[in-house]
């Protein structure tokens, strides 16, 4: 694995906060190709969901459950820590509007494991925040 910079860190956070954000689903889709390798996986509540097809409906079926009515947009804490090809990042929902704007409502740990070319190989939440009680 070539070293990884703090710049190529910084545009993998900055582009992987942006996926979940995508209102357009071609743009996301574009996305989820160029952040996940082909054979990326991401495991999230003991599920596991496999290859760009696999990811891009993963992505898509959170923005359409959380982000695309406006409660709540998907951010970072700000603290990325990198050791060799992982990066661990804060990923958090944050309310959108109301009375607790931009508070998080969840958040969980992602690591981020990179292949040679500096795209998502495995990709592991572990939440630390769970959302409120409804």
């Known amino acids: 694995m070539p070293q990884t910079t703090v710049t ?14 995508e209102p357009d689903p071609a743009a996301r889709q ?12 991401e495991f999230v509540e003991g599920i596991r969901f496999c290859g760009h097809d696999g990811l891009t409906g993963r992505v898509a079926e ?17 603290h990325v820590t990198v050791h060799d090809d992982v990066v661990m ?6 309310y959108a509007k109301g009375p607790r704007l931009d508070e998080v409502a969840w958040a969980a740990r992602a690591f981020l494991v990179l292949d040679e070319e500096g795209r998502i190989l495995q990709d592991y939440h572990l939440t630390v925040q769970p959302l409120p009680e409804a």
């Open 30 to 41: 574009r996305a989820v190709a160029e952040l996940w390798a082909p054979d990326g996986v």
């Open 89 to 94: 990042l804060t990923l958090q929902l944050t």
């Open 62 to 78: 959170a923005y359409g459950l959380f982000v695309a009515s406006g409660d709540y947009h998907v951010t970072d804490d700000g």
């Open 8 to 21: 190529d860190v910084d545009r993998i956070v900055q582009r992987y906060v942006a996926v979940w954000n």
